[in-house]
């Protein structure tokens, strides 16, 4: 179980990092809530700042944003269809759908010449919604999998069972949505008000002007950049 001070902890942190903040922001405003632009402007703009605000690695690969920009423009239609299909409660409810979405969307970008991103098409998918996408990257496997032994899961809960190589990428994906539907169950109404009015509060008393009304995937999302693995987040072990 998580332990909900320790949450708030790290909800605290970040949101008292105006970078970050700004960073937020900047996102929240080029990915707005309820709509979806796929004009090649906008999805030009959103993959750059996915990129360069999220460190997504499509610097590794030459012309990889513009040729994934092509390719999001160019299947546009399809992603919007299976982004508008998603429920606002799936994550909670229906996992499965999320899943479903992901095999249909992610090899949009996946499959695009040059390396796989991974990384980024999590990052990506995740701010077209918000509500549905866990972001896959080096600082939430690091405190996911410390949460998970120190919560001793069984084998079939682990986040992809220790990344195995061999299985594809839509497979391990769906490790990630799964930790998240447990997660997001286990946790009391108390306890999604306190992670809830903590993210408020500390997002106004950094930049009083403006306040994004997260997620509870969001914000759980800050709690593992913010954590790193450095500490115990379980609420049945002391550090």
Not at 14 to 19: E, G, Q
Not at 105 to 131: D, M
Not at 191 to 198: F, G, V
């Amino acid at each position: 179980m998580l332990d909900i001070e320790k949450a708030v902890h790290y909800i605290r942190l970040l949101n008292s990092d105006v970078a970050l903040m700004a960073s937020d922001y900047v996102l929240h405003q080029c990915f707005p809530s309820g709509e979806l632009h796929f004009d090649h402007r906008s999805v030009t703009n959103q993959v750059i700042l996915v990129d360069r605000l999220w460190n997504a690695g499509l610097r590794f690969t030459p012309d990889a944003a513009g040729t994934i920009t092509e390719q999001l423009v160019i299947h546009a239609e399809n992603i919007y269809a299976n982004l508008s299909n998603l429920q606002p409660d799936d994550l909670n409810n229906s996992p499965e759908n999320i899943c479903n979405v992901a095999q249909e969307i992610f090899p949009v970008i996946l499959e695009a010449p040059g390396r796989q991103n991974y990384s980024f098409t999590t990052k990506f998918f995740h701010w077209c919604t918000r509500k549905h996408f866990p972001i896959v990257d080096l600082h939430a496997r690091k405190a996911i999998s410390r949460l998970q032994a120190d919560e001793h899961c069984a084998d079939d809960e682990i986040v992809e069972n220790i990344d195995d190589a061999n299985l594809p990428i839509i497979e391990k994906y769906s490790g990630w949505i799964n930790f998240y539907n447990r997660l997001l169950n286990e946790l009391t109404p108390e306890a999604c008000d306190r992670l809830l009015n903590a993210d408020q509060e500390s997002q106004q008393e950094t930049c009083p002007s403006f306040t994004i009304m997260n997620s509870l995937l969001r914000i759980l999302d800050k709690v593992f950049y913010m954590n790193r693995g450095k500490e115990t987040l379980s609420r049945n072990l002391q550090n």
